[in-house]
């Protein structure tokens, strides 16, 4: 009989990324901040899309995209988030099948609702990424389809914080730490950007207080929720309220620590940085799926670095059709 693989679980929303290569002057013209995620309505969605699309798509999200990038680890994965019942639905669906992922949330009825969520990510010439994010669908993720969907058995749930933007995000979140705690799993979470901190802080910080034992993000996203603009003081922030905490700072790699001490893990040199959209998750996806291996936390961050290496090189947050499809900036 074969040995059990640890099996890690993510809770986030279902989105289906909209990749585009754009100059600075369109995030502007669309109200947008360069490098931020912003949650818009329909009608900004749809006028931002109409001047941009169709770009190329690719399943997504954030959380999305870390268990997806199991696969790369040969590790099995759930993802829990609401899609619709449409085109991009089935889409979503079936990218993660493909992967290996198990997405067991009932689609919603795409008839009467906003149809799956959308993100439209502005790559601009420096690499950098703009997000414009409709939820659609997402936002119906409820506490009921938690509890028929999770796992019997996981060995991380890992949360996103995007969650709590949705009317039901709180309860959502909730459900999923109490059945992971009772099946025994260590719970991370990570707080998505510092927009997502300033929105729901005292919640976030309060989940943090009662069930978080790992918690990994970048140094503006961890010093948003510390109050701290300098990374270590970021990280003994953390230290003081989790287990096990990562936090990343671009080239300058990532600080990674538990009760054995901190430890700084290099960043794994590329040739040029083309679009950072994803890197996060992906070294989120490494560092989750070597923890849940027992690897050290050392150990961890560099396979979560080697992940984060792969994607920062093309287009897209995952190795596929956003990645193939976009012609490269010229050097």
Known sequence: MSERKPHI??????LV???????????????????????????????LFEE??????????SVANSIAHLADLGLPGTYLGKTAGDDLGRTFAEEMGAMGITAPVPAADAADGPGTGRCVVLVTPDGERTMS?????????????????????C??????????????????????????RAA??????????????????????????????????NHVEIGALAGQTETSAALDWALCQVGIAAVTEHDKGSLVADESGRQHVEAVPIAKVVDTTGAGDAYASGFLG????????AEAGRMGAELAARVLGHYGARDGAAARAISLPAA
């Open 184 to 217: 025994g799993a260590r719970i991370a979470l990570t707080p998505s950007d510092a927009g997502c901190v300033e929105r729901n802080r005292d919640v976030m910080l309060n989940f943090i207080s009662q069930h978080a034992d790992i918690l990994i993000g």
């Open 9 to 14: 679980v993510g809770v986030g929303n279902a």
């Open 290 to 297: 070597g923890l849940a291996q027992g690897k050290t936390v």
């Open 155 to 180: 060995d991380i749930l890992f949360v996103e914080g995007y969650v709590w933007d949705a009317p039901q995000g709180a309860a959502v979140i909730e459900t999923a730490a109490q059945q992971a």
């Open 133 to 153: 994010t409709h939820l659609g669908a997402a936002q119906a993720l409820a506490p009921s389809d938690i509890q028929a969907a999770m796992p019997e058995a």
């Open 17 to 47: 990324d909209v990749v585009v290569s754009v100059e600075p002057e369109v995030i502007a013209r669309h109200g947008l901040t360069h490098g931020g995620m912003h949650l818009v309505e329909a009608d900004a969605a749809h006028a």
């Open 52 to 61: 941009v699309g169709p770009g190329v798509r690719q399943s997504g999200g």
